[in-house]
T-cell receptor, first 117, second 112 residues
Framework: GAVVSQHPSWVICKSGTSVKIECRSLDFQATTMFWYRQFPKQSLMLMATSNEGSKATYEQGVEKDKFLINHASLTLSTLTVTSAHPEDSSFYIC?????????????FGEGSRLTVL | GQNIDQPTEMTATEGAIVQINCTYQTSGFNGLFWYQQHAGEAPTFLSYNVLDGLEEKGRFSSFLSRSKGYSYLLLKELQMKDSASYLCAVRDLGDNFNKFYFGSGTKLNVKP
């Protein structure tokens, strides 16, 4: 199957700082990547859709200026949590549908657990 | 808007069969997916339905009725390692690309 790699797996930062999370498709090109957030014991909430070469599309209620998304190439999308606060602490996970896979299912990165002190 | 409902939690016995239901109401539909997620890990793909009917894949089967907005995941011969959350996801037709929306997940506890 297709492989999506996410980095870092764990990050702890101070309130007010910014954190960048990288998501890479290792063996396929991803024109679209999805960023999800998951709070404990809850499901995945779609935050935004990252599109290579164009602006990301954000879901309703997600602050564009807070969660900056850049899809610089066909294999890399980044999510930057700006001026992080404790309420931003969560599990952030990226995913991409792999072209050439019949079902078009999503392949997920390992996830990044962010803790803001 | 998107509305995908699943039971919050279920318990079953090792070796038994369990059915996890999912109902959905979405603005568009382009497939229904089931994922398994162990705590602290990324979801892994289990099954996919785009047409009505049953798809069987080893111990796992998934059913879809598009007219009813309903799907279920059937797990047979339960094993302890099947204890996990099971996520129902709908691929919705967006303006320019598909989006995937997830239900709240069903936590399955398998007991000896």
């Amino acid at each position: 199957g297709a492989v999506v790699s996410q980095h870092p797996s764990w990050v702890i930062c101070k309130s007010g700082t910014s954190v960048k999370i990288e998501c890479r498709s290792l063996d396929f090109q991803a024109t679209t990547m999805f960023w999800y957030r998951q709070f404990p014991k809850q499901s995945l909430m779609l935050m935004a859709t990252s599109n290579e070469g164009s602006k990301a599309t954000y879901e309703q209620g997600v602050e564009k200026d807070k969660f900056l998304i850049n899809h610089a190439s066909l294999t890399l999308s980044t999510l930057t949590v700006t001026s992080a606060h404790p309420e931003d602490s969560s599990f952030y996970i990226c995913s991409a549908p792999a072209s050439g896979v019949n079902t078009g299912e999503l392949f997920f990165g390992e996830g990044s657990r962010l803790t803001v002190l | 808007g998107q509305n995908i409902d699943q039971p919050t939690e279920m318990t079953a016995t090792e070796g038994a069969i369990v059915q996890i239901n999912c109902t959905y109401q979405t603005s568009g539909f382009n497939g229904l997916f089931w994922y398994q997620q162990h705590a602290g890990e990324a979801p892994t793909f289990l099954s996919y339905n785009v047409l009505d009917g049953l798809e069987e894949k080893g111990r796992f089967s998934s059913f879809l009725s598009r007219s009813k907005g309903y799907s279920y995941l059937l797990l047979k011969e339960l094993q302890m390692k099947d204890s996990a959350s099971y996520l129902c996801a709908v691929r919705d037709l967006g303006d320019n690309f598909n989006k995937f929306y997830f239900g709240s997940g069903t936590k399955l506890n398998v007991k000896p």
